[in-house]
Structure formats: C-alpha cells, structure tokens
C-alpha cells in the first residue's frame, strides 16, 4: 500500500464519519458547495480531523462532541457550533449535557462567550424538535 493509497482510506473513513455524525445530507450540500479554492481545506478536515482523530480509540463520540462544544465556545464559533451541537446530540449528547457543558464554559472561557453559544445551542435545539415533529 502506498502513501496516497492510506491517504484515501483516511479520507473515505473520514467521509463516513463526518456523515454518521453531522447527517448525510448536511455534508454533502457542504461538499457540493465547494470550490477549487476551499477543495484542500475541505479534504484536510476530512481526512485528519474526521478521519485520523474523530475514530482514535481513545474517546468516544459523546465525549469528543462535548469537547467541541466547549472549544467552540472558546473560540466563538457559533457557525460551527451550530453544527457540532447537531452532531453532538446525534452522539447521545444529552439537551441536559449540552447545557452543563456551557455552563462550565462560562467559568472557564467567560460569559459572554457561553452566553452566545447558549443562544445558538438553543435555536439549533428547537430547530431539531420542530423537524422531528413534522
């Protein structure tokens, strides 16, 4: 097997992954979206991000969830948090955990960042419960 051979099967179990915790169809509008400039950022995350760190053994998906949302946070993110609070309730992330995750953030990042994200979380939450009930 050479290099760009494990590069591939990276980045395929990557796009499994990236689909199994975003959803099929957000990913792929995502990917569809993309243009030549943005194709190497796009198959970077793909590959190391969703592929090489998000199936380590040494976390599982709830609890690699909950730390995005706390990085996210963090950083003030809200685009992507928005879409790794989705994520994160696929993984069992409980709306309960999502909050106290937040919570903790506003100790340890500052309020108005875990104030932001409360409001994003909270739209993103809703938004699922009205979609689940149609």
């Known amino acids: 097997m050479n ?24 990913v792929d509008r995502s990917l569809s979206q993309v243009s030549e400039f943005s194709r190497p950022i ?10 090489a760190v998000w199936n380590r053994e040494g976390l599982d998906r709830r609890s690699r969830s909950m730390i995005n949302l706390a990085m996210l946070t963090a950083l003030n993110r809200s685009h992507e948090l928005a879409v790794h609070v989705k994520g994160a309730v696929t993984n069992g992330v409980t709306e309960q955990e999502i909050q106290e995750v ?11 960042a875990a104030l932001e994200s409360f409001r994003v979380a909270e739209k993103v939450l809703s938004g699922m419960k009205v979609d689940t009930t149609s």
Do not use: F, S
């Not at 796009?42 to 592929?51: D, F, I, M, N, S």
């Open 3 to 26: 290099h760009n051979d494990t590069h591939a099967i990276t980045y395929e179990e990557g796009l499994a992954t990236r689909k199994e915790v975003l959803g099929a169809a957000h």
């Open 42 to 51: 796009q198959e970077l995350v793909t590959e190391y991000c969703w592929g």
């Open 102 to 112: 937040l919570m903790q953030t506003a100790i340890y990042v500052g309020v108005p």
